[in-house]
């Protein structure tokens, strides 16, 4: 069973019960589901997965002290602590008295401050820029069951995405490193014969890949261990993962420099084609440097625009 799935049910055969008897009136105020840090956050749980941090259990997100009290979360959280410890053949872990938890109860505010730097979802164009992909992934993944009061719901979907401008901002930079790893320096070093530094250059080629193919997506890219999984499942350009695991599962023979040699070519022509075709550059060049400053032209916002083109990667 999928983490996300285990998740709903503990809450509607457990979570509900407890809240509407011993906490009437508080569904109505308070978020609850499962969004975070985890592979079940994401969908990409697995047998494996189970080994570790897989269990049942949900977060219940609180407004501010306002409307729900602290006294309230603390008698709320002992409540969570005495749930069912087992469900559907799975155990619960003892959660951590000194924080860190993945589950359980958390204020909305302090949730999203620690993970992303703003307890309301406004960020800076410079914090758009620089904060971790993979954070701002664990603020909006997963799923929420309820959130009548719109605890979370408004700040999730204010962040589901990228602004247009720092999506092109990102990419015209992801871009630059493509042309500089990939399109010039890997031939360089393999004329050196110096093969360490050609993977190195095919390791930032794919890294730089895979972060404009989740950008083409207008997706977030995830925590490193999962960007393999996600860009299979994307609906832009997902051969690009077959293409990625040859370019770093493979040596730098003659041969298969050769054939990186094309592999790179065409991963070029696919990315260029779609920004020709999403209209984020004019320019149908496979030179992704060019496509760069194309899209670089493309943004609306002159501070942004200015930026060095690098700043976002």
């Known amino acids: 069973m999928k983490g996300l799935e285990l998740a709903r049910r503990y809450y509607e055969y457990c979570g509900k019960q407890m809240l509407d008897t011993q906490f009437p ?5 308070i978020a609850v589901g499962l969004t975070g840090s985890g592979s079940q956050c994401y969908g990409f749980d697995d047998e494996i997965s189970q080994d570790h941090d897989f269990e049942p259990g949900f977060c219940l997100f609180l407004p501010d002290e306002s409307i ?11 409540a969570y602590n005495k749930l069912s ?7 619960r872990s003892l959660l951590s008295p000194v924080g860190g938890n993945r589950v359980g109860v958390f204020r909305a505010r302090q949730y999203f401050e620690e993970k992303i730097g703003t307890s309301d979802g406004t960020l800076s164009y410079y914090q758009w820029l620089t904060l971790p992909e993979y954070a701002l992934l664990e603020a909006v993944n997963g799923e929420i069951f309820e959130d ?6 408004t700040l999730r979907k204010r962040l589901s995405d990228y602004p247009e401008d720092i999506r092109k901002k990102k990419l015209a930079g992801y871009l630059v490193l493509m042309n500089q790893a ?7 070093t393999l004329e050196r014969n110096d ?14 890949t ?3 193919v989740y950008l083409l997506n207008n997706r977030y890219t995830p925590y490193y261990k999962w960007q393999f999984a996600g860009l299979r499942q994307l609906e832009i350009l997902p051969v690009v993962a077959e293409f990625a695991e040859y370019l770093l599962n493979s040596g730098n023979s003659d041969e298969e420099a050769k054939i990186k040699k094309g592999m790179i070519d065409t991963i070029a022509s696919l990315v260029a084609d779609e920004l020709y075709r999403q209209k984020l550059s004019d320019t149908e060049s496979t030179d992704l440097e060019k496509q760069a400053q194309a899209v670089n032209k493309k943004i609306t916002d002159g501070e942004i625009r200015n930026l060095n083109i690098l700043i976002g990667v």
């Open 85 to 91: 410890k087992e469900f559907m053949g799975y155990k």
């Open 182 to 188: 990939g399109q010039y320096n890997y031939a360089r």
């Open 195 to 208: 093969l360490g530094a050609a993977q190195l250059c095919i390791s930032e080629f794919v890294n730089a």
């Open 25 to 29: 009136g508080l569904r109505e105020k």
């Open 68 to 78: 729900v009290s602290e006294s309230t979360a603390f008698q709320l959280e002992k």
């Open 148 to 153: 009548e009061s719109d605890v979370v719901t």
């Open 210 to 212: 895979i972060h404009v």
